[in-house]
C-alpha cells in the first residue's frame, strides 16, 4: 500500500512539474518560498542536484553517510528537494526567501537533509556533501544561506531564473559540482558534489522544475 501511495505522488509530481504553469495559474508563480519542492540545476555542468541510496565509503576521510550526486537527466524523480526552515525553526510554507536567509533542503525520496561537514569528499578531497538525519531531523550541519550571484528582477527576493551560491552556515563553504569529477560503477556518469571555501562559477546553481507555493500573506 505504501508503495502504491509512493507512485501516485511520484505521478503527481512529474504531472504538475512538466506541465503548462497557464493550466493551474492566472499568472505563473516566479517566487521561490519555505515548501517549494525544486530541483537545483548546476550552471555549468546543466547537472540536477540528486541523492539516492547509496552511502559514502568510511575509509579516506569519508563519513558513511548518503551521497549527493550531479545527475545528468532532468527527469530523475531522485533529484527532487524541499526547502525547509532552518534547523530547530519553524517557517510556514509560502513564505519569501530573500538573499541571506537561511534553508534546509530535504531529499524528497529519503527525508534526509542536504548536509556538510569537514568529512573528506572522495574524488576532489574538499568538504564532503551528504544527507544526513532521519525524516528532516538533523542537526546545524544542514543549514544553507542563500547568496544572490544574479538576481534578475533586482530586488532581494528569490525568484525562479536567479543564479544563487549555497553557503554551508556551519563551514562557510560553497556547494560545489566539479564537472570533470565523475564517479565510475555503482553511479557512472554522475559527478561529485562538495563544499568549497572558494567562489568559482562551478559553485553556481538556479531552480529548475518544481511546485512552487503563492507568496503568503499575513495579516
Known amino acids: 500500500m505504501k508503495s502504491i501511495y ?6 503527481l509530481i512529474v504531472t504538475i512539474a512538466f506541465a503548462d504553469d497557464s493550466q493551474y495559474e492566472d499568472k505563473p508563480i516566479t517566487k521561490v518560498t519555505y515548501g517549494s519542492m525544486v530541483k537545483l540545476t548546476h550552471i555549468p555542468s546543466k547537472f540536477r542536484l540528486h ?11 569519508g563519513s558513511g553517510q548518503q551521497s549527493v550526486t550531479g545527475f545528468p537527466e532532468t527527469d530523475d524523480n531522485n533529484s527532487y528537494w524541499v526547502i525547509k526552515a532552518p534547523h530547530d525553526q ?5 513564505t519569501i526567501i530573500k538573499s541571506g536567509d537561511v534553508i534546509r533542503l530535504q531529499h524528497l525520496s529519503t527525508k534526509k537533509n542536504l548536509h556538510s561537514h569537514l568529512a573528506v569528499s572522495p574524488i ?8 544526513f538525519g532521519e525524516e528532516g531531523l538533523g542537526d546545524t550541519g544542514d543549514n544553507w544561506r ?11 527576493i528569490w525568484a525562479r531564473n536567479d543564479i544563487i551560491r549555497l553557503v554551508h552556515v556551519d563551514t562557510k563553504a560553497f556547494l560545489h559540482a566539479s564537472p570533470n569529477a565523475k564517479y565510475q560503477n555503482p553511479i557512472p556518469g554522475q559527478i561529485e558534489i562538495s563544499a568549497t571555501s572558494k567562489k568559482s562559477e562551478d ?14 500573506n499575513d495579516e
Open 6 to 11: 509512493s507512485l501516485l505522488v511520484v505521478l
Open 51 to 61: 541523492s539516492h541510496k547509496v552511502n559514502y565509503g568510511s575509509g579516506g576521510g
Open 90 to 94: 519553524v517557517i510556514p510554507q509560502g
Open 124 to 131: 576532489t578531497k574538499q568538504n564532503e556533501v551528504s544527507c
Open 146 to 156: 542563500v547568496e544572490f550571484v544574479k538576481n534578475h528582477e533586482g530586488d532581494s
Open 203 to 216: 559553485s553556481t546553481w538556479m531552480v529548475e522544475e518544481g511546485i512552487y507555493f503563492e507568496i503568503r
